[in-house]
């Protein structure tokens, strides 16, 4: 049977190992919604213009400038980086997202990948708050202005993706073949250009994002995950939605079913457990030579780890 949007919506949301997808529809959701509510408040006479609107979800979903602000909305710490202003801004951000993001997911694994979008929004809207609270430049307009958008977030990807695998090639329109290096050289140059321009909040999260996703890669080829609390944080949460699973099983098969548990159990360990100093040197090689340089051992030894 064919099954409706909802279902393909729901299946993609709760499919294991999917976080890139999952990402993608959390933001898209986000901007819907907001977009639908802004409609039906402007019908209903709720609203006289756009821009109240705006600045009422900026209140409510943006990082403000202020620190004192922030103490009393602490939830935009993370809300900021699902949040967007415009069609284009959105639209953007996810493209740089599934492309830079599908290699995070592909070479360290879809936890990981979640690990440094978290990592990266959080980075970015710590830079700009500090920034705009010790540069003189910015005195005038802290307590006027928000962050909204995953660009920090994607920066984080996009310098890690550059990070581990700078050799890697994108076909770009007009340029033809672009090592992803020089990709997030321009865009990271560009960003500290912009964060003394029109929107220099949004630049100076731009760094935070791509600072976190280099030393994030760095950190991982010295065999240390920084963002792994962030998956610890995660668990314990979904801890309480996910009910246990019993399993009944008949009296006379228990000692079967024990045995070929223990086997499959002793099989997955070995299959899934790889020295963290492979891990390391795999790491390197990547670094230097690239991904497709490695072997298919090698490929299926990273896969494992990445699980």
Known sequence: MQQNLWDQFKGAFTKGNNGLIQLILINGVVFVTLRILEVVLALSGIIDQTVSYQQMYLDILGLPSDIRQVLLRPWTLITTFFTHY??????????????????????????????????????????????YNLSPLFVDEVGRSALVGAS????????????????????????????????AIFYVAMSFIGSIGPNAGGDIAHLGGAIIGYFYIRSMQRGVDIGSWIQSTLDFIKSFFVRPKVKVTHRGSTSRTRSRRTSRSSSTSTSAHVPQDEIDAILDKISEKGYESLTKEEKQKLFNASK
Not at 160 to 183: C, E, N, S, W
């Open 152 to 183: 920090a977030s994607v920066f984080a990807i996009v310098v890690a993706a550059a990070t581990l695998m700078p050799d890697h090639q994108f076909y770009l329109l007009l340029l033809g073949p672009v090592r992803i290096k020089y990709i």
């Open 86 to 131: 415009g069609f284009f801004h959105i639209l953007f951000n996810m493209l740089f997202l599934y492309w830079f993001g599908r290699l995070i997911h592909e070479y360290l694994g879809n936890s990981r990948l979640i690990n440094l979008y978290i990592l990266g929004g959080l980075a970015g809207g710590v830079l700009y708050i500090l920034i």
